[in-house]
């Protein structure tokens, strides 16, 4: 299976964007899937997660309330929607698949990782 994400943008403060993460190769309706990012020098972090019934979901703090993580039925596409974007939130975004079915925060959990997509943010 591959994962392909896309949706990466410039915007500025405030804008909004749409990650999306599609799987090709076979469904991952038994998997929980994930976003993380990481900017220029950082260590890849963990951003959001769904768990593969689309009922748990996890976000890390600075993203809560601004940004919402879902996936169709299918379990072939996970998207990111992005709101009140921040500078901060520039990074290289890469969706995951994990090996467990819950929404976990650690990169260790994922087994397939997608190419990355660029959001950059200006002020």
């Known amino acids: 299976v591959q994962l392909q994400a896309s949706g990466g943008g410039s915007v500025q403060a405030g804008g909004s964007l749409r990650l999306s993460c599609a799987a090709s190769g076979r469904t991952l309706s038994n998997n929980a899937m994930g976003w993380f990012r990481q900017a220029p020098g950082k260590e890849r972090e963990f951003v959001a997660a769904?768990?593969?019934?689309?009922?748990?979901?996890e976000y890390v703090d600075s993203v809560k309330g601004r940004f919402t993580i879902s996936r169709d039925y299918g379990g072939t596409t996970v998207t990111l929607q992005m709101n009140s974007l921040k500078p901060e939130d520039t990074a290289v975004y890469f969706c995951a698949a994990s090996r467990r079915r819950v929404p976990t925060t650690t990169t260790s959990s994922y087994n397939i990782w997608g190419q990355g997509t660029v959001v950059t943010v200006s002020s």
């Open positions: 769904i768990s593969w019934n689309g009922r748990v979901t």
